[in-house]
């Protein structure tokens, strides 16, 4: 054991240190000055929030994400529920405005239910071609151990000479 593992074991306040730093980093991105003071409109925001994708992270909701942007989706998004809107006004002026591509879990309308069924589809193809590609090795010929006495006479001839 080295030194600064023995270190980390033996003092807790390290270790507590280590802890906190992985929370930090876990920690949801809404600023104080963001939250509604109804809790009611603000629930309803987080919950859009975690259905919107923040366009610079491209894989967090903008609830979790620090980027500006993502700030600035969150607090349009609270605007418009105090504005009046109802959930469903507020993810369309959304997409809208930033395209389908801001929704985490896009619709199955238009062109895009050829996404959502692209895996199934390809699965069932595998599976098909694996089961075609299976049958015919099965019938296949199998080969023949040794050779036949034609071949054995002629490989006897190439080997002399």
Same mark, same amino acid.
């Not at 991105?29 to 919107?52: F, N, T």
């Not at 109802?86 to 405005?97: G, I």
């Not at 099965?138 to 034609?150: K, M, N």
């Given at each position: @054991?080295?030194?600064?593992?023995?270190?980390?074991?033996?003092?807790?306040?390290?270790?507590?240190?280590? $802890?906190?730093? @992985?929370?930090?980093? /876990?920690?949801?991105?809404? =600023?104080?000055?963001?939250? %509604?003071?109804?809790?009611?409109? +603000?629930?309803?925001?987080? &919950? #859009?929030?975690? *259905? %919107?994708?923040?366009? /610079?992270? =491209?894989? +967090?909701?903008?609830?979790?994400?620090?980027?500006?942007?993502?700030?600035?989706?969150? !607090? %349009?998004?609270?605007?418009?529920?105090? &504005?009046?809107?109802?959930? &469903?006004?507020? /993810?369309?002026?959304?997409?809208?405005?930033?395209? &389908?591509?801001?929704?985490?879990?896009?619709?199955?309308?238009?062109?895009?239910?050829?996404?959502?069924?692209? *895996?199934?589809?390809?699965? /069932? $193809?595998?599976?098909?071609?694996? @089961?075609?590609? !299976?049958?015919?090795?099965?019938?296949?010929?199998?080969?023949?151990? *040794? %050779?036949?006495?034609?071949? =054995?006479?002629?490989?006897?001839? #190439?080997?002399?000479?």
């Amino acid at each position: @054991m080295t030194v600064i593992s023995k270190r980390w074991v033996r003092n807790p306040p390290y270790v507590l240190a280590l $802890i906190f730093a @992985m929370l930090a980093n /876990v920690a949801i991105a809404v =600023q104080p000055d963001e939250v %509604l003071q109804d809790p009611a409109l +603000e629930a309803r925001a987080r &919950e #859009i929030s975690k *259905g %919107l994708r923040c366009l /610079v992270c =491209q894989n +967090e909701n903008i609830d979790d994400s620090n980027a500006s942007l993502a700030r600035d989706l969150r !607090i %349009l998004v609270r605007d418009r529920l105090e &504005e009046g809107d109802t959930d &469903e006004q507020v /993810v369309d002026f959304v997409v809208e405005r930033y395209g &389908e591509f801001v929704l985490l879990k896009p619709t199955t309308a238009g062109g895009n239910w050829l996404l959502w069924a692209a *895996g199934p589809i390809l699965f /069932v $193809i595998a599976a098909l071609l694996a @089961m075609v590609y !299976i049958r015919r090795r099965a019938s296949a010929p199998q080969p023949v151990d *040794g %050779l036949s006495a034609e071949e =054995q006479t002629r490989l006897d001839e #190439i080997l002399k000479g």
